[in-house]
């Protein structure tokens, strides 16, 4: 649906106060609404309700908080673009290498190079892009543990937009079952493998950590990549351990520096040892096996 902004600029302390006076009072409608200073030097403040075109009412609503002793008198509006905002922050990402890994958006697709595994991820609405220190540093990690030990099927819990899952496909051309507890996350992660073409490769499905009749019947698994969190990943170590071939290799990732300790010893609870962790932005991604 398009947004109407009602806008209004005053002295930094007038739009301070009018603020504090709306927030509260508009807690229940949750437009959002922000502060920002458009004038530095004059110390002039824009305060902005962003509001559904449809709340016919909006524009006398907010003026109607205005407190009758400040200085404004009222609010202007403005419509906002209809603007894809997920497509619009993808055009200004980078793309990432990591490993042999390169992963962009098709408006990168020129700067791939020839020995390049190129991946390329759709703008959607789900995690893993390859910015985010985590997914870089388990594609690191992947990159060395699949070429050293030729896995021959794998798992990638909590794919998000597939970018791992498809990273494996590539590098290792293996089969692997890419689970999402969001269902939202698995159709992005379906439309990016058939993008990525290693469909015939890649089954995408959604489930609650191990709780679907795929795992059964696609594992036990040479190789398992689960970048969650530390308290989810601590809480499947069991399961982890009984998805896994004797052998083979567990890359964990969202884990911070400060989690590591906790998550290897809760692995080590199920017999795996810790081979090589990877620092990235303050977070890790760590090789385990059992
Ligand atoms: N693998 C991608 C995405 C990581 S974000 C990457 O490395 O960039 C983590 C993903 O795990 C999210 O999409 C989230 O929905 C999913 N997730 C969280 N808890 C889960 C669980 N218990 N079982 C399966 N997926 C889970």
């Not at 497509?87 to 990591?98: F, Y």
């Amino acid at each position: 649906m398009a947004q109407v902004r009602y806008f209004l600029r005053a002295p930094k302390d007038v739009a301070e106060r009018l603020f504090a006076v709306i927030e509260p009072a508009l807690e229940e409608e949750a437009w959002p609404l922000s502060l920002s200073e458009v004038d530095e030097a004059a110390q002039i403040f824009e305060l902005s309700a962003y509001v559904d075109e449809n709340e016919g009412d909006a524009q006398a609503r907010l003026e109607a908080l205005i407190p009758v002793d400040l200085p404004v008198t009222g609010f202007e509006a403005e419509p906002v673009p209809d603007i894809d905002w997920v497509t619009k922050s993808l055009e200004g990402l980078k793309p990432v290498r990591a490993g042999r890994f390169l992963v962009h958006g098709s408006h990168d697709r020129d700067k791939r190079r020839i020995g390049d595994l190129a991946i390329e991820i759709e703008a959607g609405l789900a995690f893993g892009t390859g910015h985010h220190g985590t997914t870089a540093a388990c594609l690191e990690m992947l990159w060395e543990v699949a070429r050293r030990e030729r896995p021959r099927n794998a798992l990638d819990l909590g794919t998000g937009s597939a970018v791992l899952a498809i990273a494996l496909a590539k590098l290792a051309r293996i089969p692997v079952l890419a689970t999402d507890i969001d269902p939202v996350a698995t159709k992005v992660a379906m439309a990016n493998v058939r993008l990525n073409g290693v469909a015939s490769l890649v089954a995408c499905v959604t489930a609650p950590g191990f709780h679907h009749p795929s795992f059964a019947l696609a594992g036990p698994f040479d190789l398992i990549v689960a970048n969650i969190l530390a308290r989810p990943l601590i809480r499947l170590a069991p399961q982890m351990a009984r998805h896994l071939v004797p052998g083979g290799s567990l890359v964990l990732s969202g884990i911070l520096d400060s989690q590591r300790d906790a998550v290897v010893a809760a692995y080590a609870g199920q017999r795996f040892r810790h081979v090589r962790t990877i620092h990235r932005e303050g977070w890790v991604a760590i090789h385990l096996k059992r």
